[in-house]
């Protein structure tokens, strides 16, 4: 008889996922299945259940509990799987969640409750986790054509890269730079561009490539303001090269038709309704579907390929009759005259490069179509690199074949043979011609005059116009792929508003039709002009732009040494992917300066719009990395460094409690600490039971987006503790980071604290000045807590929050007095009263306030003690002072008559004080001493009456009735705070004390320093 074994077992209520129930004999006796294995669990019957937003829970078919068998033991705790860090909707398989660490580690009764959809706490799914999902259920249904890394990346990158250059540029540039330098520029051409397939590879090892192509990898890598600019004129340079490429095909067309006289109307209309009529086809090819358009690829490549090896089988049929042009077949004489430059018509090798590099760049053709890739992060690397080879290989060895077998000037007549009265020396007049006549200009063959040439070589010329028609119709038609699919994922991230329209797609491809016929009217728009010689070089420069920031970005993720960079191609240098970046962006200027100008004044013009329009995304990019990095270096760095009174900066530690609650308080002290210091936002969380961590966490995230979203630059965090004080505390003691820790509090004044006399010693302890900290309260006369007005309590307030009844009309006065540091303040003073020295942190405050633009109209008065018979004196020793400090002030006003008052006035705000102490006294004359010494000590608080003898209150009195007299039209005092010796003055009487002092003014801001200095004159 087996003992009894424990299983997870669903309940009946709704409050338990897992709850242990003890399995009966009869029920563990369970029949076996037989074709199970030894090692499988028999009683499990584990199967995994899809909840339809993009994840799956393992459950148990059988009871409908969530675990595995592991080890052999029934627990929920799972073994590591693939499956787990999936994301959403992915591609080859199923997201599943992990049990979490709340399941595994609370008591039963406390995890969690899971839906019957699988979802947690009642969380829903995001928009786009349905869409992903929605995405992945239609892709599995209806089997997307996806394409290996020889038909989806080699081909398209070698049709892009064997361009027309090839046929009707390659002899020329070989006559004019020779072979040398020609094989110079190829290698320099072909270095840019492996540079950059290295960074490439790198890239698309680094985690599952996604639809995008260069501007998902860029995006991902360097972020979305890199990104979203660098895709949005990728995806147009590729609808324009649809143009370039087709009228490059139309040309050829008209020309052929002018040979044979057979033009519709001129050359210019005509090349137009070629063009059109061409463009119509490749569309038609490209809605058919990603698979016909693959087909029509592998058709074209095998006519190229045909017509380069078309061209070398003719390279050496040396016929008689094409010498006379120029082709004599390989000769040593034609190589070694043709192995230097002959730059004719100011051309330099520069001008030379620039015409060839265009050639060398649809590196990224395979890439732009990752999305169709089956495996983009093996596909990519492979086929991208031998694209580059192949090509490079192709293009050097045409280079040299035309060098060595075709002179560079031919003047095509029989009768040019060599006489012997002529002096001749070239390589022709070895082989039994005499071209020398072509010095003198006007011939049209050989390397330097005939475009055609590779057609006089070939053995059968029409092959190579077939080849011209592959290179640009395959070309065009990559470019037509190529730009609707960047610009889908790019719609598909919402960088750029309004562009959502061209995110959908269609079919079982999700093929973006619509990004189809806005690449096509594109075309056709540029097709219609059918001049493209000024747009073609920027459009050559937002390639090589694109090409600049792949190599930067790996350099960058290098340089963030993020350990979420790991690339499983370990074939690339972040030092050679700077110099890629460098040499890209030095080859846009090679090409045609002003174009690259304008390529980075557009490159420019979007980042800042991306980064001033800040898109909700958050890709992990190497940017965040390297800003942690760098924040991480400066803080160790700033430790070593002894703090210096020039450096001084207020950074303040502000009990806001939820950040919503007090708005005030939050925009004054961002007013005097944004882009100057450290603003930390906290709470302190009173709990009389087991505190809810999970709960914290979450308010803690949602007060920071608050803060974020309100451009408030600060942070927030809060903590569990039995009280304030105990609170205040752990916060003053444990904030902060190195040198980034806070050196003031600053707090709101309590203007309703008679109602919590049991908390009088917490609210304004002198904790702070123990721990050397500065203090500032805050007081607004309608008070600083707007959080019982509904709709104002709660970070997101619901529907029901807003159709509550309107607040009544002091509410209605706090919510406005709560957003007056919000706006500008107008002109008017900014009154501080320096009555006791604390080291400056009165005056610097008002000072910092002052070089805000919302302050920037008022002006600093400034308010002194002395002595009546030396108010000058006081006065210009002061503005000696402020003058020394370098703060610009208005007004000095030398208060010599503190000490004497109204009598009438005085009386009436006598007799209002002692109404105000009347609650606190002690009154231990009207009780027996140890009662009153009881009492003393249960309420330390309360005020005896030898306090009241030995520490007087006429000067807060008659202070605020010189506040009254002096600054009742004030934008804000800021006025030195009173202190209290510990254990001599009780919390009521320091409370009556402020409470006298501060009443009935405008704003109040109560400044006290730590007494060290933090204003200088010295440099």
């Not at 050397?772 to 970070?795: K, N, W």
């Not at 208060?895 to 002692?914: M, R």
């Amino acid at each position: 008889m087996s003992g009894q074994k424990p299983s997870l077992k669903s309940g009946g209520s709704a409050q338990s996922r897992f709850q242990v129930d003890v399995v009966t004999e009869a029920s563990s006796a369970a029949p076996t299945p037989t074709a199970a294995p030894p090692d499988t669990a028999r009683s499990d019957s584990v199967s995994l259940h899809s909840t339809g937003t993009g994840h799956t829970h393992i459950s148990d078919s059988h009871s409908n509990t969530y675990y595995m068998r592991t080890f052999g033991h029934n627990t929920i705790d799972a073994v590591p799987n693939i499956d787990f860090y999936r994301q959403t909707a992915a591609p080859f398989g199923e997201k599943l969640s992990r049990p979490s660490l709340s399941e595994l580690h609370d008591e039963l009764d406390k995890v969690t409750t899971i839906t019957p959809d699988g979802l947690a706490n009642g969380e829903e799914p995001s928009a786009a986790e349905e869409a992903a999902a929605a995405l992945a259920a239609k892709e599995a249904k209806g089997g997307t054509i996806k394409f290996g890394w020889i038909k989806g990346v080699l081909v398209r990158c070698m049709l892009n890269i064997w361009g027309v250059m090839l046929f009707i540029r390659m002899s020329w540039i070989v006559g004019q730079a020779g072979i040398g330098l020609t094989i110079a520029i190829i290698l320099m051409a072909t270095l840019v561009t492996t540079i950059t397939g290295l960074s490439t590879s790198a890239i698309a090892t680094n985690g599952f490539v996604r639809g995008g192509g260069a501007y998902y990898l860029i995006s991902r890598s360097l972020g979305p303001e890199f990104g979203g600019s660098i895709g949005l004129i990728f995806a147009f340079a590729n609808a324009v090269a649809v143009a370039m490429y087709v009228v490059g095909f139309a040309e050829t067309v008209v020309e052929m038709l002018n040979d044979v006289d057979a033009l519709m109307t001129d050359e210019l209309n005509d090349i137009r309704i070629v063009g059109t009529l061409t463009v119509i086809l490749l569309l038609g090819i490209s809605v058919a579907g990603m698979e016909w358009e693959a087909k029509a690829q592998i058709v074209l490549l095998v006519i190229l390929l045909g017509a380069i090896a078309n061209y070398f089988i003719g390279s050496f049929m040396a016929i008689e009759s094409k010498e006379p042009k120029g082709f004599f077949g390989y000769h040593t004489a034609i190589l070694l005259e043709n192995l230097g430059p002959d730059f004719r018509e100011e051309e330099t090798f520069f001008s030379v490069f620039a015409i060839f590099f265009p050639a060398a760049t649809g590196i990224l053709a395979g890439a732009n179509i990752s999305g169709d890739l089956t495996d983009p992060q093996s596909a990519i690397p492979k086929g991208t690199l031998l694209a580059i080879v192949i090509t490079g290989v192709t293009y050097v060895a045409v280079a040299i074949s035309a060098g060595s077998c075709i002179v560079r000037d031919a003047t095509g007549d029989h009768n040019d043979t060599v006489s012997d009265t002529v002096n001749c020396t070239d390589a022709a007049c070895t082989l039994g011609y005499d071209f020398s006549i072509c010095k003198e200009g006007g011939c049209q063959y050989g390397l330097m005059n005939d475009f055609q040439v590779m057609s006089l070589v070939s053995g059968f010329g029409p092959l190579i116009s077939a080849g011209i028609f592959s290179a640009t119709l395959s070309s065009a038609l990559a470019s037509l792929v190529s730009a609707p699919k960047v610009f889908q994922a790019l719609c598909k991230d919402n960088i750029y508003p309004g562009l959502g329209v061209f995110a959908k797609g269609y079919g079982k491809n999700n093929e973006p039709l619509r990004g189809y016929v806005l690449t096509f009217c594109i075309g056709l728009a540029f097709i219609l002009i059918a001049e493209l010689n000024i747009i073609a070089p920027i459009i050559s420069n937002f390639f090589l732009a694109s090409y600049a920031l792949i190599n930067f970005s790996v350099f960058h993720a290098s340089l963030a040494n993020s350990p979420g960079w790991r690339p499983s191609f370990k074939y690339y240098n972040m030092w050679v992917s700077l110099a890629g970046a460098i040499l890209c962006c030095v080859v846009m200027f090679v090409i045609n300066w002003w174009a690259a100008l304008v390529t980075l004044l557009i490159v420019l013009a979007l980042y800042i719009y991306v980064s001033y329009k800040k898109p909700d995304v958050n890709w992990g990019s190497s940017t965040q990395a390297l800003i942690y990095n760098q924040a991480l270096t400066h803080c160790l760095n700033l430790t070593g460094v002894e703090d210096h009174i020039k450096n001084f900066r207020p950074q303040c530690l502000v009990l806001a409690g939820y950040p919503n609650s007090r708005p005030a308080l939050l925009q004054l002290v961002h007013s005097f600490t944004k882009n100057v210091g450290l603003m930390l936002c906290l709470s302190s969380v009173q709990v009389s039971r087991r505190p809810n961590f999970k709960e914290l966490g979450q308010d803690r995230a949602r007060c920071q987006r608050w803060l974020n979203k309100k451009r408030i630059k600060a942070f927030y965090t809060t903590v569990f503790s039995e009280n304030l004080r105990h609170g205040t505390q752990f916060l003053l003691q444990a904030v902060g980071l190195g040198r980034l820790k806070p050196n003031t509090l600053v707090m709101g004044y309590k203007n309703n604290w008679m109602k919590f006399r049991a908390e009088l010693s917490v609210l304004y302890s002198s904790d702070a000045f123990d721990l050397q900290f500065g203090v500032a309260i805050l007081r607004l006369q309608e008070g600083l807590d707007i959080s019982h007005i509904p709709g104002q309590g709660t970070l997101h307030p619901s529907f029901f929050e807003y159709l509550s009844l309107c607040p009544l009309l002091t509410d209605q006065r706090l919510l406005e007095s709560s957003q007056q540091f919000k706006k500008k303040q107008g002109k008017g003073t900014i009154d501080v009263w320096w009555l006791f020295d604390d080291g400056g942190l009165t005056l610097l405050i008002p000072f910092l306030l002052t070089n805000r633009s919302k302050w920037g109209d008022c002006r600093i008065r400034v308010f002194i003690g002395g002595k009546i018979n030396r108010i000058d004196h006081d006065r210009r020793a002061m503005a000696t002072l402020l003058s020394r400090f370098r703060i610009d002030f208005s007004d000095i006003h030398v208060l010599g008559d503190i000490n004497t008052n109204d009598a009438s006035v005085w009386f009436c705000s006598k007799l209002t004080f002692k109404e105000l102490i009347e609650p606190y006294r002690l009154k231990e004359d009207d009780m027996e001493q140890e009662a009153a010494e009881r009492l003393k000590a249960q309420e330390p608080w309360r005020i005896t009456d030898n306090e009241l003898e030995l520490y007087k209150t006429n000067r807060q009195i008659r202070l605020n009735e010189l506040l009254k007299e002096h600054s009742s039209t004030a934008k804000l005092i800021v006025m030195s705070l009173p202190l209290a010796r510990k254990g001599t003055v009780s919390s009521a009487l320091y409370m009556c004390w402020m409470e006298t002092l501060s009443k009935d003014l405008p704003p109040l801001l109560l400044v006290r320093g730590n007494h060290q200095s933090v204003l200088t004159f010295y440099s």
